[in-house]
Nanobody
């Protein structure tokens, strides 16, 4: 059974930084497409960053490009999202997701974490 457990969320001021972690179990992230998504109140969930199975291909939405960095540690089976220059509009619940594919992208994910709240205060 695949489980994804996010951590690292919290309250931060505008311009601050946070690093989210997603610890996976039940499947190696080295053979998976991993993504971070977020959902703000009243809005649809959106993918903000992805990293492919070998770590060579990453994707960022226009909203977070140049501010967020996705990375992974295969030895720890953990994916990270480093978030810098945070803005109030980054406030959302952030979810980790795993897709059982060797493709560089996939609109659908097979497993989701429970989410971690990120709140950016102005």
């Amino acid at each position: 059974q695949v489980q994804l457990v996010e951590s690292g969320g919290g309250l931060v001021q505008v311009g601050g930084s946070l690093r989210l972690s997603c610890a996976a179990s039940g499947r190696t992230i080295g053979s998976s497409l991993m993504g971070w998504s977020r959902q703000a109140p009243g809005k649809e969930r959106e993918i903000v960053a992805t990293i492919n199975w070998n770590g060579f291909r990453t994707y960022y939405s226009d909203y977070v490009k140049c501010r967020f960095t996705i990375a992974k540690d295969n030895a720890k089976n953990t994916v990270y999202l480093q978030m810098n220059s945070l803005k109030p509009e980054d406030t959302a619940v952030y979810y980790c997701a795993l897709s059982k594919t060797l493709r560089d992208s996939n609109p659908n994910y097979d497993y989701w974490g429970q989410g971690t709240q990120v709140t950016v205060s102005s």
